[in-house]
């Protein structure tokens, strides 16, 4: 096992025994084996709030007050993992005509500068455009989910979990459609790098994402179009014109959040009814629960874990947190606190408390929530419409991966 895992460093001295516990989000192999069993396990054998020596050493936010609470208070939570004021002096000194170094902008900074980058971006996703793209969402579920049919078992996550999203956010996007295994690819290599906290590292990695997009970015300012990089270049950032480093900051953000996340909703939903048949004929007898089923699957398997740095010394919830620690926002163990949710294991549309913070909470809140909610939807009816009563196929085991975005890399269903 210690072979797995990354390497453990020293414990510093705020940490006590009562909030140390070993755990490792990449590589913790009983969490990849199954991610939200693991979850359900930790919270019984470890704090709601622990630090861990592995990756570098921070904290993880288990429960479901301690996430609610620092999601909310950007104050003592900081987006900026890397304040901006070093950013800028390290943007300093680099030397003339160096390439701009892209941040993405607005997950990595605070209020009020949060709020200005964000401001463009509420339009195009509100629940009122993204509604209007339900109708060419669901022909491209359908179009999938038919061309999946024939073959009587297939890996649902590459026919239908992982296409749609991304052909779905690259229209919205007008990024060329040709091009995105090439966008899919790099962005897993960007996520499994992200653990990597190397300065160098780090802006090869921006410097590769932007790159991919540069010619389309640059294109769209002389040649506008009804898309999402054409909006962007026609909006202001609070009192000024938007200009390229803006666009690629913009670019960074959107690319990595709109062909990565959703997919895996998608698949732990798909994963969650295939071993559950009678959820199966419940819904497809009496559809319109769907909505509610939504819910609860995005509850029962949170999948995205948000990066905070501790601003300032302080004490918390009873634990002590210094300038500078690293805090995870587990939410997917927020979701699953038995002290906000009775018997959090169970999957219940029907529960009495169903709002859930797989989206996260305060100012932070996923922009895309109303764009995934409508894709969880539609594919979900489509598949539970199109397909016969479907279930795991046991001769392919289902692999997932940790880290900031939990979720499967294969389900195999057969029908």
Same mark, same amino acid.
Request: with cysteine; net charge negative.
């Given at each position: 096992?210690?072979?797995?895992?990354?390497?453990?460093?020293?414990?510093?001295?705020?940490?006590?025994?009562?909030?140390?516990?070993?755990?490792?989000?990449?590589?913790?192999?009983?969490?990849?084996?199954?991610?939200?069993?693991?979850?359900?396990?930790?919270?019984?054998?470890?704090?709601?709030?622990?630090?861990?020596?592995?990756?570098?050493?921070?904290?993880?936010?288990?429960?479901?007050?301690?996430?609610?609470?620092?999601?909310?208070?950007?104050?003592?939570?900081?987006?900026?993992?890397?304040?901006?004021?070093?950013?800028?002096?390290?943007?300093? !000194?680099?030397? %003339?005509?160096?390439?701009? @170094?892209?941040?993405?902008?607005?997950?990595? #900074?605070?209020?009020?500068?949060? +709020? *200005?980058?964000?401001?463009?971006?509420?339009?195009?996703?509100?629940?009122?455009?993204?509604?209007?793209?339900?109708?060419?969402?669901?022909?491209?579920?359908?179009?999938?989910?038919?061309?999946?049919?024939?073959?009587?078992?297939?890996?649902?996550?590459?026919?239908?979990?992982?296409?749609?999203?991304?052909?779905?956010?690259?229209?919205?996007?007008?990024?060329?459609?040709?091009?995105?295994?090439?966008?899919?690819?790099?962005?897993?290599?960007?996520?499994?790098?992200?653990?990597?906290?190397?300065?160098?590292?780090?802006?090869?990695?921006?410097?590769?994402?932007?790159?991919?997009?540069?010619?389309?970015?640059?294109?769209? !300012?002389?040649? %506008?179009?009804?898309?999402? @990089?054409?909006?962007?270049?026609?909006?202001? #950032?609070?009192?000024?014109?938007? +200009? *390229?480093?803006?666009?690629?900051?913009?670019?960074?953000?959107?690319?990595?959040?709109?062909?990565?996340?959703?997919?895996?909703?998608?698949?732990?939903?798909?994963?969650?009814?295939?071993?559950?048949?009678?959820?199966?004929?419940?819904?497809?007898?009496?559809?319109?629960?769907?909505?509610?089923?939504?819910?609860?699957?995005?509850?029962?398997?949170?999948?995205?874990?948000?990066?905070?740095?501790?601003?300032?010394?302080?004490?918390?919830?009873?634990?002590?947190?210094?300038?500078?620690?690293?805090?995870?926002?587990?939410?997917?163990?927020?979701?699953?606190?038995?002290?906000?949710?009775?018997?959090?294991?169970?999957?219940?549309?029907?529960?009495?408390?169903?709002?859930? @913070?797989?989206?996260?909470?305060?100012?932070?809140?996923?922009?895309?929530?109303?764009?995934?909610?409508?894709?969880?939807?539609?594919?979900?009816?489509?598949?539970?419409?199109?397909?016969?009563?479907?279930?795991?196929?046991?001769?392919?085991?289902?692999?997932?991966?940790?880290?900031?975005?939990?979720?499967?890399?294969?389900?195999?269903?057969?029908?």
């Amino acid at each position: 096992m210690s072979e797995t895992l990354s390497p453990a460093v020293a414990r510093p001295d705020h940490i006590t025994d009562a909030v140390f516990y070993d755990f490792d989000m990449f590589a913790d192999p009983a969490y990849l084996a199954n991610p939200h069993a693991r979850i359900l396990d930790m919270h019984k054998s470890a704090p709601p709030i622990f630090w861990t020596p592995r990756n570098g050493g921070h904290w993880m936010f288990v429960s479901h007050s301690a996430n609610f609470e620092a999601s909310r208070d950007v104050e003592k939570f900081s987006s900026e993992i890397v304040p901006q004021s070093k950013i800028k002096e390290m943007l300093a !000194k680099l030397p %003339p005509g160096a390439p701009h @170094i892209p941040q993405p902008l607005p997950i990595n #900074i605070d209020p009020p500068d949060h +709020t *200005i980058y964000r401001a463009p971006l509420q339009r195009a996703f509100s629940p009122k455009a993204i509604n209007e793209l339900k109708g060419s969402i669901r022909e491209l579920a359908i179009s999938l989910i038919e061309g999946m049919k024939p073959k009587g078992s297939a890996d649902f996550v590459s026919e239908v979990a992982e296409p749609l999203p991304v052909q779905v956010f690259l229209k919205m996007f007008g990024l060329p459609l040709e091009k995105q295994a090439a966008y899919r690819a790099l962005v897993k290599e960007h996520m499994e790098n992200i653990k990597n906290h190397d300065p160098a590292m780090i802006v090869r990695r921006m410097l590769k994402l932007t790159a991919i997009m540069k010619e389309t970015i640059l294109d769209r !300012k002389e040649n %506008p179009k009804d898309d999402l @990089i054409s909006m962007l270049w026609q909006t202001r #950032i609070g009192d000024r014109e938007t +200009t *390229i480093n803006d666009m690629e900051n913009y670019c960074v953000v959107l690319f990595t959040a709109g062909l990565d996340t959703v997919v895996n909703g998608i698949s732990l939903g798909a994963y969650h009814m295939a071993t559950h048949p009678e959820l199966q004929q419940q819904l497809r007898a009496d559809p319109s629960q769907i909505p509610a089923a939504t819910e609860e699957m995005l509850r029962r398997y949170t999948f995205t874990v948000p990066l905070r740095r501790v601003s300032n010394d302080i004490e918390f919830q009873g634990v002590q947190l210094k300038a500078g620690d690293r805090i995870m926002l587990f939410l997917p163990g927020a979701d699953l606190d038995a002290k906000e949710y009775p018997n959090p294991e169970v999957y219940n549309h029907k529960r009495e408390n169903s709002v859930h @913070i797989a989206f996260g909470a305060g100012p932070h809140r996923c922009l895309g929530s109303h764009l995934a909610r409508v894709e969880l939807q539609v594919v979900y009816e489509e598949l539970l419409t199109r397909l016969p009563a479907f279930s795991l196929d046991a001769s392919k085991p289902v692999t997932f991966h940790g880290g900031h975005v939990v979720g499967p890399d294969h389900v195999w269903l057969k029908w």
